[in-house]
């Protein structure tokens, strides 16, 4: 069976400081893509990355890191110096060789100022 | 702008109504999916469209039709909703599959539904 787990349901921070959200997987493929996303309040998911489960190189996109690791089945998501734009839900989601994405149930950031 | 529009962005109608849910996507894409996020909810995937082909009805009641004329454009059709269909409808694109695997969909602003 697949599987997203996002054990974080809420989190709050205060603004600069550095949070990172969870993400384990279950899945029985070698081969197979994760993704994250985030939802605004304007409720569109964006597309953050997608990783190859052959990549296991974490990837930084300014504030954003992202930390791959097949060993714990985890790929958890760091935002530096988070900001209160960064305030939103965020979706991990993991590629199933049926075509679809499974989603995990998200976490909310709330960042304060 | 992501590329994938959806109309309207708000609706209220009655459980009598009938409504249609418009999606339209420019970026080349094959694959048309819609999803319904309901509160406290994960993300529920509804249909998908490969090359305006349904490939896939998650179990969906029937008062949710939907409808895909060409690549680019998607509908759902609604009547004789109940009140716990009240949700976000998400409609999403994406490239063809790789190797059977999905990729990266993009998604629209979604459409606020209320069924009062």
């Known amino acids: 069976a697949q599987k997203v787990t996002q054990a974080q349901t809420e989190i709050s921070v205060v603004e600069k400081e550095d949070v990172t959200l969870d993400c384990v997987y279950e899945t029985r493929d070698t081969t197979y893509y994760l993704f994250w996303y985030k939802q605004p309040p304007s409720g569109e998911l964006v597309f953050l990355i997608r990783r190859n489960s052959f990549d296991e190189q974490n990837e930084i996109s300014g504030r954003y890191s992202w930390n791959f690791q097949k060993s714990t089945s985890s790929f958890n998501f760091t935002i530096t110096a988070s900001q209160v734009v960064d305030s939103a839900v965020y979706f991990c989601a993991l590629s199933s060789n049926t075509g679809k994405l499974i989603f995990g149930q998200g976490t909310t950031l709330q960042v304060k100022p | 702008e992501t590329g994938v529009t959806q109309t309207p962005r708000h609706l209220v109608m009655g459980m009598t109504n009938k409504k249609s849910l418009k999606c339209e996507q420019h970026l080349g894409h094959n694959a048309m999916y819609w999803y319904k996020q309901s509160a406290k909810k994960p993300l529920e995937l509804m249909f998908v469209y490969n090359f305006k082909e349904q490939t896939e009805n998650n179990s969906v009641p029937s008062r949710f039709s939907p409808e895909c004329p060409n690549s680019s454009h998607l509908f759902l059709h609604l009547h004789t909703l109940q009140p716990e269909d009240s949700a976000l409808y998400l409609c999403?694109?994406?490239?063809?599959?790789?190797?059977?695997?999905?990729?990266?969909?993009?998604f629209g602003p979604g459409t606020r539904l209320t069924v009062t």
């Open positions: 999403a694109s994406s490239p063809p599959a790789r190797s059977g695997l999905a990729v990266e969909q993009y």
